[in-house]
């Protein structure tokens, strides 16, 4: 890595004139063209277009190098358990669920929980996953898993759900079917990603911010929020209560990543300068 910087330095200090220098040549060269034969002149102009050419690539190649994080390493495993229990008239409490599952989306760290509002008004679930190679929760959207455990989609819309900050959440809002017809089970389920501490509520943004600079990516989560009309009236209902509790914990989820996305980087900068 130490090799990789000073090699990266000494080109972004010097290329300018390593340029100058080839342009310089190349005019000498057709000043003295006289006395030179045509194929003379013309093999030495390419090989100096050829050298400025191979001069600018390997610059970029070494500077996109020197700016890939040593990670796309693996989160912690602990990392999200600070998320917070209490998170206004809302309570947690942690749920079991199949290993299996996390590994097959590709969450280094996860947390599934159940949280009940103070009135009675009904319990959400929360699902979050987070990973440091960002394709893989990006090709696991829940419109995708839950049909294929057994779900029907019923309906997809996207949204943008106001904060108390005046700030807007973009996510999307799912409703699943799954029974029989006479007494079908119904459920929603809000969700969205995260990444360099931003909202998207839409895959394809997120793919084209990853496309963008995917090295400087250094973690997507996945946030999903279920209710489930067996513990409200309606579908509409539960809708209400999925949204009221993304907008009351936005906030906390946010800090959590933010800072999660501070360590990692603080972390990639250490080893950087270490030479690792």
Known sequence: MSVLLISTALIRTYR???????SLVC????MTSENLNRRSVVAAAITASFMILILGLTYRVLAARLLTPTSNSPIDTNALEGFP????DWTGQDLPLDETIPRQIGADAYINRRYSHRSGIGSVSLFIAATGVTRMLVGHPPEICNVVAGSTLTDDQSMELPLDDGTMLPCRILQF???GALDPEKKTVLYYYMADGQC?????ALRSKVRRGPSMVHCVAQVQIAASSA????SDAATRLACAFAADSA?????LFVDLEKDRSSSQSHELLEGK
């Open 16 to 22: 300018h004139r390593l340029r100058e220098f080839l």
């Open 27 to 30: 005019a000498v060269v057709l």
């Open 85 to 88: 229990m209490q998170i206004g």
């Open 177 to 179: 079917s799954r029974g």
């Open 200 to 204: 998207y509520g839409d895959r394809s």
């Open 231 to 234: 513990e409200t009236a309606t």
């Open 251 to 255: 906030s906390s989820i946010t800090m």
